[in-house]
């Protein structure tokens, strides 16, 4: 009897993160004893069979997890629209005996593989027909199961929050911007970016807010007026007027305007010469730079954790069940009828093609819209003027704890909608020591100017946490600032100092208002969120490292032990093992013992006697006191006899420092705005709430401070429910070969 087969094949435009989840497919497949096939070069790989279709191993998807684009090639494909391609193709893959087949590609390769699966039996009585099939043979394949993932830079796919790919695009687009604001602005001109996205908007509206652009289109929300190029060009040059040294403009490459006339990037640039004579003003057309280049950390992850879901989909499906997709909901992976997905996909591009925007607007879904909106608030020049009347609070923002990247973002967002809404905001320098010490000053709308990108903390920040007599101090300050709320950015001290200062309300009545916490921090160690700020950055510096780390050692027998940041928490562990393919990682949940050193060394050596040329193990900083890195280093070396070398890299700081990753940003963005609307709402109450913020898999949730303690665990700072550690099995059957393929590479 022949083992249940899957194969998986690639279509349409390739996708950064395509190859983490072949990757992950092959290996999940053979470590379920089923047997993986790659479909070469999309649906015409289908159709041309023979050496298209391969068998693979646990190594022919080695080596790939950094790689760009999709290994096994993909192609647009005539043929397979017509019926008797499709009959071609369906006797190709009987002849291997496969009847499970997983898609990854954008809404068209997607439609395709639904009509397939919906033809088939039709294709089979043909095939059978025409003699070029048993009946036997049809009979057994009789059902095929179709279960897509959405690869596609674009972001524009219903039923996922994110597509294997816009996270690397987005990576590629704020480099681009961040590199091209600072020759705009040693010279003062304006720059026009035009970015990729179809008829999506994502890319373009996410850029804009990462970057902090000046004005932005995108096709779900023409400018709702005619004027439009008067209206930027007023704005442009009253941003000029306050203070900006550049002018950007980000335009998606489907914009238009609300006639649903296209607007090109070379009529922006004329408009805004031709209005500005004294500006130079220059168009950079980012192309296909967009797709290219190494994936990032959240494309692997989620290539690899979608590929993962979509191997036991396919094998679970009942016979005649819908195709599925796999998608991400809230940081979940999650799986949806395909042809719904589709459909609703298409019903954005047709609301925009029917000018109908507010439909086109609510069907990309309410994060999408409070991004436009808040993006809106971030681009003015100068804010509103405060309603005649209004109550104007007066409101406090200090960054604790280490440094984390999207730290200045978050304080330039809050600053920003805080004043927006006519409010009074106050910067509080070096954490709650500024609050001790009166280190305290008015913001304005241009002090956080060229924030978004901006890595460490501007305002300072330390670990300090009040006790004692600070109270007192920093009661007396925030009556003398008059502070009405407070937001508290950063890691686990930041979240100690707000709890001190709600302990002491009944003490001190100065404390008696609004405090917010928002987490910042590259450990991910704190309660209430899945993800905190700083930690998507953390895992790309990290994993930029160890792709070099891992390409120094292409002649030599080696094996590294990387020592990774995290404190007790091995989120960054365990994450940049499965980014990097590491075949061990050592969390402080977890532990080390002489015994799991043991057996990582009888693997370690088993693998090199049977030709593994490189090893990767990940070491969280505080996985065991004893056992640290230099000792499991010298202990595999020792005990190696010679088979391997054995170094050890302590990545250090290199892990805190650089600019935020667009999802950083983009997050802290998001979440200051909530922040500052709860701080806002809850100042109007006699007793207001201290609270902390967070995102987990229900969305944005905001938890009441006195939920605090009891969600830690205090000994070692970190919750007490750590979602990610449900990921360990998955890293560890993608990183241990199946029994029979002893020889395999550590990625
Ligand atoms: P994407 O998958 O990125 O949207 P395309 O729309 O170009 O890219 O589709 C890729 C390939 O999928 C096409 O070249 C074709 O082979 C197949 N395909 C797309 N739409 C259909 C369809 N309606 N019927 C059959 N095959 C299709």
Not at 136 to 163: C, Q, R, W, Y
Not at 472 to 496: C, T
Not at 517 to 537: K, Y
Not at 603 to 610: A, D, E, R, W
């Amino acid at each position: 009897m022949t083992n249940k087969r899957l194969a998986v094949l690639t279509s349409g435009g390739d996708a950064p993160g395509m190859n983490a989840a072949i990757r992950a497919i092959v290996r999940i497949a053979l470590d379920r004893g089923v047997d993986a096939y790659a479909i070469y070069e999309g649906y015409q790989g289908l159709i041309n069979g023979d050496g298209y279709i391969r068998k693979m191993t646990w190594d022919s998807v080695g080596g790939i997890l950094h790689r760009g684009g999709t290994v096994i090639g993909t192609a647009r494909c005539d043929a397979f629209r017509t019926h008797d391609g499709r009959r071609i193709a369906a006797l190709n893959l009987l002849k291997h005996e496969i009847n499970n087949l997983i898609i990854i590609g954008g809404d068209g390769s997607l439609t395709g593989a639904n009509l397939f699966r919906q033809e088939w039996t039709t294709l089979l009585s043909e095939l059978v027909s025409r003699g070029e099939v048993s009946q036997e043979l049809a009979d057994k394949h009789n059902h095929l199961n179709i279960v897509g993932l959405v690869g596609s830079i674009d972001n524009d796919m219903f039923g996922t929050d994110m597509t294997i790919g816009a996270d690397t695009a987005l990576h590629r687009i704020t480099e681009a911007v961040d590199a091209i604001s600072s020759t705009a602005a040693s010279h003062q001109r304006t720059f026009v970016v035009e970015v990729m996205g179809r008829n999506c908007g994502y890319l373009a509206l996410m850029a804009a807010i990462a970057t902090g652009a000046d004005w932005a289109l995108i096709p779900e929300n023409p400018p709702n007026y005619d004027d439009w190029e008067a209206r930027m060009v007023t704005e442009l040059k009253a941003g000029r007027a306050a203070g900006r040294r550049d002018s950007i403009v980000i335009i998606a490459e489907g914009a238009r305007d609300r006639h649903g006339n296209p607007i090109d990037s070379a009529h922006v640039c004329k408009v805004l010469q031709d209005s500005m004579p004294h500006e130079e003003v220059r168009v950079t057309v980012l192309g296909h730079v967009q797709r290219g280049g190494t994936p990032s950390a959240f494309d692997r992850n989620i290539g690899t954790l979608m590929g993962h879901a979509a191997v036991d989909a396919v094998l679970s499906a009942p016979p005649d069940a819908e195709p599925q997709l796999i998608g991400l909901r809230n940081n979940r992976i999650v799986q949806s009828p395909l042809m719904k997905c589709v459909e609703q996909t298409h019903a954005v591009a047709a609301a925009i093609a029917a000018k109908d925007y507010e439909r086109a607007m609510d069907l990309r879904g309410s994060s999408f819209k409070t991004a436009y909106r808040t993006m809106q608030t971030l681009l003015r020049s100068l804010p509103h003027e405060p309603t005649p009347g209004q109550k104007r609070l007066r409101i406090a923002v200090l960054n604790s704890g280490a440094p984390a990247p999207g730290m200045n973002t978050a304080i330039r967002a809050a600053v920003r909608i805080g004043l927006d809404q006519g409010h009074i905001m106050l910067g509080v320098t070096n954490g709650f020591m500024g609050l001790i010490e009166d280190n305290i000053r008015e913001m304005d709308w241009m002090s956080v100017n060229g924030w978004a990108l901006m890595g460490g903390s501007e305002l300072g920040a330390n670990r300090e946490v009040p006790s004692g007599r600070d109270f007192y101090s920093i009661a007396r300050n925030l009556e003398k600032h008059d502070v009405q709320a407070l937001l508290v950015i950063g890691g686990w001290s930041a979240y100690q100092g707000a709890y001190q200062l709600f302990r002491e309300r009944d003490n001190f009545p100065a404390f008696n208002i609004p405090v917010i916490c928002l987490p910042a921090s590259i450990n991910n160690n704190l309660p209430g969120s899945e993800l905190s700020i700083g930690a998507d950055t953390a895992l790309n510096n990290i994993m930029w490292a160890v792709d070099r780390i891992k390409q120094s050692a292409i002649a030599q027998r080696r094996c590294f032990v990387v020592e990774v940041m995290g404190r007790y928490c091995g989120y960054l562990a365990l994450m940049s093992g499965l980014a990097t393919g590491a075949e061990r990682v050592y969390l402080p949940e977890e532990g080390v013992t002489l015994r799991d050193l043991q057996s990582d060394l009888d693997q370690l050596v088993n693998g090199f006697k049977h030709g593994k040329r490189l090893g990767l193990l990940i070491r969280n900083e505080n996985a065991n006191d004893v056992y640290s890195s230099s000792f499991m280093a010298a202990l595999f070396e020792e005990e190696g006899g010679g088979l391997f070398d054995v170094r050890q890299t302590i990545l250090g700081h290199i892990q805190q420092g650089g600019d935020p990753s667009p999802f950083d940003r983009t997050q802290a963005t998001r979440l200051a705005a909530r922040c500052i609307e709860f701080l806002i709402e809850e100042s109007k109450s006699d007793s207001p709430t201290s609270a902390f913020i967070g995102i987990e898999s229900g969305g944005i949730q905001i938890h009441n401070i006195e939920d605090m303690n009891r969600m830690i665990d205090t000994k070692y700072q970190r919750p007490k429910r750590q979602w990610w550690l449900d990921l360990r099995p998955i890293a560890k059957i993608l990183a241990q070969p199946a029994p029979n393929h002893k020889a395999a590479a550590a990625d």
